[in-house]
């Protein structure tokens, strides 16, 4: 009982995105250029939300600016 818990609950978690990557494409851009492009994204975002003391509020924040930097540069989520 508690492995079909474990498993239907992961699936979900899965199907959800959680604890996920988001990754960004471009088509004119290449792979380096979006892995550069993401790291920029991530420090300003990691910059931005130093004074967050919650964690998770922090990583929210972060996803949130990293998001809208790459969609900014050109990026499309995948």
Same mark, same amino acid.
């Given at each position: ?13 899965? $199907? =959800? ?7 960004? &494409?471009?088509? /004119? ?20 939300? $130093? =004074? ?7 990583? &929210?924040?972060? /996803?949130?600016l990293v ?8 990026y499309q989520?995948?």
């Amino acid at each position: 009982m508690n492995k079909l818990l474990f498993a239907a609950l992961l699936a979900v978690c899965v $199907a =959800s995105g959680c604890g996920g990557k988001m990754y960004y &494409e471009s088509a /004119d851009k290449s792979k380096n250029e979006t892995e550069r492009d993401h790291m920029e994204c991530e420090y300003e975002a990691e910059k931005a939300t $130093a =004074s967050v003391v919650d964690s998770s509020e922090r990583r &929210e924040r972060i /996803d949130s600016l990293v998001d809208k930097c790459m969609k900014l540069k050109g990026y499309q989520p995948q």
